[in-house]
């Protein structure tokens, strides 16, 4: 079956500009999660999604960072005038079950780039 | 796809030698424990986990090791094969609504 899908697959924002970065997460998975991982770096949780509620955006470096999930399914994350440290790869992952102890299913990443 | 680590630690095995790669973790209040496996341009893997109220778990070739007493977790591969060569990370998660957290991971290599 499908995956969690993430677009675009890379991005290039000259500092300044905003970006929207799009999952999908598997059909019928209940949590949605956001990671930002430096070069050489864990995962770095920034927020979290039950259905539509976001539940925890103890994460988010700063207020230019946004995610929203209107629907319950598709999520995005939105940086507002990016700086050259938002440069890093912004990780989605989805879990069936509510809470966060369910196994999460990554994406591939969105690998962002601000020049 | 990109490098997921350029500056890890690394280990490398030769095909069909056991690795063990080891984790500290830093919260004593963690009590759900996960090892990930990551490729070069692919998001984290499940591998296998374990909880707190156990000290070994078993899988397919994987083996994690929890002790609790020294805040160490081990994840031991048997016989590992070319298509093992990745990251590997360990997270922990502190037991009521709070967030996985990442330890750095290591570079596992694998020599044919």
């Known amino acids: 079956g499908a995956g969690v899908s993430q677009s675009p697959r890379y991005k290039v924002a000259k500092r300044g500009q905003d970006v929207a970065l799009r999952c999908d997460p598997i059909?019928?998975?209940?949590?949605l999660f956001w990671y930002q991982q430096a070069l050489g770096q864990g995962p770095e949780f920034l927020t979290y999604?039950?259905?539509?509620?976001?539940?925890?955006k103890s994460g988010l470096p700063s207020d230019r960072f946004f995610a929203e999930r209107p629907e319950g399914s598709v999520s995005t994350l939105k940086i507002q005038r990016t700086q050259q440290e938002d440069s890093a790869v912004y990780l989605c992952?989805?879990?069936?079950?509510?809470?966060?102890?369910?196994?999460?299913?990554f994406g591939p990443g969105t690998r962002l780039t601000v020049t | 796809g990109e490098s997921v680590g350029l500056h890890l630690p690394t280990l490398s095995v030769q095909e069909g030698d056991n690795s063990i790669i080891n984790c500290a973790y830093s919260?004593?209040?963690?009590?759900?424990f996960i090892w990930y496996k990551q490729e070069s341009g692919k998001g984290p893997q499940f591998i296998i986990d374990?909880?707190?109220?156990?000290d070994k778990r078993q899988g397919q070739r994987v083996t994690v090791l929890l002790n609790k007493t020294v805040k160490h977790l081990s994840l031991q591969i048997a016989a590992t094969q070319p298509g093992d060569s990745a990251v590997y990370f360990c997270?922990?998660?502190?037991?009521?609504?709070?967030?996985?957290?990442f330890g750095k991971g290591t570079r596992l290599s694998v020599i044919a």
């Open positions: 992952a989805s879990s069936f079950i509510g809470g966060d102890g369910g196994e999460q299913y």
């Open positions: 919260n004593s209040a963690s009590d759900y």
């Open positions: 999604f039950q259905n539509e509620a976001q539940l925890d």
């Open positions: 997270a922990e998660k502190p037991s009521g609504n709070t967030p996985l957290v």
């Open positions: 059909s019928g998975h209940v949590s």
């Open positions: 374990i909880r707190s109220n156990m």
